[in-house]
Nanobody
Framework: VQLVESGGGFVHTGGSLRLSCAAS????????MGWYRQAPGNQRELVATITSGRRTNYADSVKGRFTISRDNAKNTVYLQMNSLKPEDTAVYYC???????????WGQGTQVTVSS
């Protein structure tokens, strides 16, 4: 399984970015995809996840500002990030889990920088 992320960048406080992650390879139709982030000196943390049935889960810190969505036909997950804050600055990683078998796959990460 390969995960290719895109859409990171630099914005000012209050700005928006949209991340995309396309999965390829042996993709199971029943799965969960999501986004995690890691800031310097911090552990990697959950941002949001979405199952193939479109069940979503968000970190409290991003609720109301971020929206996760997916296109099952394209095996692609998106993260719309609005009202960005400096504390959202991190490397954002895409994650794929097949659910019906064990597996945990990660993208290479994309940098998001929010300047005050």
């Amino acid at each position: 399984v390969q995960l290719v992320e895109s859409g990171g960048g630099f914005v000012h406080t209050g700005g928006s970015l949209r991340l995309s992650c396309a999965a390829s390879g042996s993709i199971f139709s029943i799965n969960a995809m999501g986004w995690y982030r890691q800031a310097p000196g911090n552990q990697r943390e959950l941002v949001a996840t979405i199952t193939s049935g479109r069940r979503t889960n968000y970190a409290d810190s991003v609720k109301g500002r971020f929206t996760i969505s997916r296109d099952n036909a394209k095996n692609t997950v998106y993260l719309q990030m609005n009202s960005l804050k400096p504390e959202d600055t991190a490397v954002y990683y895409c994650n794929y889990q097949p659910l019906i078998i064990k597996g945990d796959y990660w993208g290479q990460g994309t940098q998001v920088t929010v300047s005050s």
